[in-house]
């Protein structure tokens, strides 16, 4: 099972992007995919995370600026980030828990960077 993540790049302050993270591999099931990031210097925090049936929940310092949501057909989580600060630069990270077979794995997509200049 592989995570990729992708739309990462370098925009101005107030400026969107939009993150993708597609799951493959021998996958049964997905339960909570989500999204985390890690600033330089920093520890690496939750975001945002959406649950199979779609429920969502938003660390506050990104609430009314980052939509997530999925495609379950096509095992993939996405990132609406809006009004991009420079206090947004990080790489950000694709999660998600799935299972495989009958046993349940947490894996990591390999990490996509956003650079906010202001």
């Known amino acids: 099972v592989q995570l990729q993540a992708s739309g990462g790049g370098l925009v101005q302050a107030g400026e969107s992007l939009r993150l993708s993270c597609a799951a493959s591999?021998?996958?049964?099931?997905?339960?909570?995919m989500g999204w985390y990031r890690q600033a330089p210097g920093k520890q690496r925090e939750l975001v945002a995370t959406?649950?199979?049936?779609?429920?969502?929940n938003y660390a506050d310092s990104v609430k009314g600026r980052f939509t997530v949501s999925r495609d379950n057909a096509k095992n993939t989580v996405y990132a609406q980030i809006d009004s991009l600060k420079p206090e947004d630069t990080a790489v950000y990270y694709c999660?998600?828990?799935?299972?495989?077979?009958?046993?349940?794995?947490?894996?990591w997509g390999q990490g996509t960077l956003v650079t906010v200049s202001s």
């Open positions: 999660n998600a828990e799935i299972q495989v077979g009958r046993t349940w794995h947490r894996y």
């Open positions: 959406i649950s199979s049936g779609g429920s969502t």
């Open positions: 591999g021998s996958i049964s099931s997905i339960n909570v």
